[in-house]
């Protein structure tokens, strides 16, 4: 099993060396290579998304991202910033499904702005599609109406549009997903106003037809966003299109209050995925060693589920994360009274100790 590793910018380093110490103790049979993106790319080679880069993840089975980005790159042409590379990479690969699980761990139900008793236990998954809606149809730009409430005023337009396939391929990863899981999916549209979101509805009704063992129920957005502050448990997976998927995920990644636990998947028609923590490269704690390595250790874990089909190696990270949680090991984006604050290489090793057997100190 081939892995490219693409560490990144700010901690992304840091927290990536965690991931891989982790994956190293689990003795699977793991090739992993290492390459530069975003702006550590730019620097050495010029382009945030370099050939070799691009290559290496294209060759490799799966991809361990950790975040790309820092102020110092702002001023660059649009084209050479860091984040390019992440696009780069989605377009490439055929990335069209990000999955982001919401989960609320117990000891952390604290960090949350609910009250506890709405997101202890909570375990979501929030499933967006990535490469179509109205972030990339076409046409788009400004011009000057010709109709409308101010025919002749400068106006500005974009073109909100899926296709069947699109939203075929988006519904069956959510099914599939949910087979995995609670076995309930909502679709998130607004079929009430939109077209293309009635079209999305009937979709994702024919293809239920083939997964008659998982619950489906619609829900328009507006709904889904009050519903998941008011009820957030009552979700399973939730699968929508990419701008209300956009929204949509950082609310629920709130829910649990703390983007340094937050793992993500972004999955090809082949299961194939790049694995990356939702959060960015942190540059105001870069290079402290506080950065919380946990969302990226999870999406390391994520890895083995989705791709590489080792879901008892999953199991035992995701487990090992409780046993250090439950310990009482915390970074400080997640510190609270009576916990014993570690920085991020102590985290990783705990982690690493919890997957071997050894005590945890708390
Ligand atoms: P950010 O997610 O990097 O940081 C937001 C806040 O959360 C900061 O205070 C940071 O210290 C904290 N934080 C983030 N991850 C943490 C962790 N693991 N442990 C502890 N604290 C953590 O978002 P930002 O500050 O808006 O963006 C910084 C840079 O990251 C920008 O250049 C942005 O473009 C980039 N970015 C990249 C990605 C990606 O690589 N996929 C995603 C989002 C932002």
């Known amino acids: 099993m081939k892995i490219a590793v693409l560490p990144g910018d700010g901690i992304g380093t840091e927290i990536v060396a965690e991931a891989v110490k982790v994956l190293n103790v689990l003795e699977l049979p793991l090739e992993m290579e290492e390459a530069v993106v975003g702006g550590a790319a730019y620097e050495a080679k010029g382009h945030p998304l370099p050939d070799a880069t691009l290559q290496l993840a294209k060759d490799a089975d799966a991809v361990l991202f950790g975040a790309v980005g820092d102020w110092k790159f702002d001023k660059l042409e649009r084209a050479l910033r860091p984040e390019q590379a992440i696009l780069g990479l989605r377009k490439h690969l055929g990335l069209f499904a990000n999955l982001r699980p919401a989960l609320c761990y117990e000891q952390l139900t604290h960090a949350s702005s609910l009250k506890p008793e709405l997101v202890a236990g909570l375990d979501i998954l929030i499933i967006r599609e990535l490469t179509g809606d109205i972030y990339f149809g076409q046409p788009r730009g400004r011009r000057t109406a010709v109709d ?91 699968v929508t299109g990419n701008m209300f998927g956009d929204i949509l995920s950082d609310e629920a990644a709130m829910l649990t209050g703390s983007i340094g636990m937050l793992p993500s998947a972004s999955l090809d028609a082949n299961n194939k995925g790049l694995y990356e923590p939702s959060h960015g490269s942190a540059p105001d704690i870069a290079g402290k060693g506080v950065a919380n390595p946990l969302a990226t250790i999870l999406s390391a874990a994520m890895m083995l589920r989705y791709t590489l089909a080792q879901p008892e190696a999953a199991d035992r990270i995701e487990s090992a994360v409780r046993a250090v949680l439950a310990a009482g090991l915390r970074t400080p984006d997640i510190y609270s009274d009576g916990t014993r604050k570690v920085g991020t290489r102590e985290m990783g090793d705990a982690v690493v100790a919890a997957i071997t057997g050894k005590t945890i100190k708390g």
């Open 148 to 238: 409308g409430h101010f025919p002749g005023a400068e106006e500005a337009f974009d073109t909100m549009r899926y296709s069947r396939p699109e939203i075929e391929r988006i519904a069956h990863v959510a099914f599939q997903a949910a087979r995995r899981r609670g076995k309930k999916v909502t679709s998130v549209d607004k079929a009430n106003v939109l077209e293309t979101f009635q079209f999305w509805k009937d979709v994702v009704t024919e293809v239920h037809a083939q997964y008659p063992d998982v619950e489906l129920e619609h829900m328009y957005v507006d709904n889904a966003a009050m519903q998941l502050v008011k009820a957030p448990k009552k979700f399973d997976v939730v």
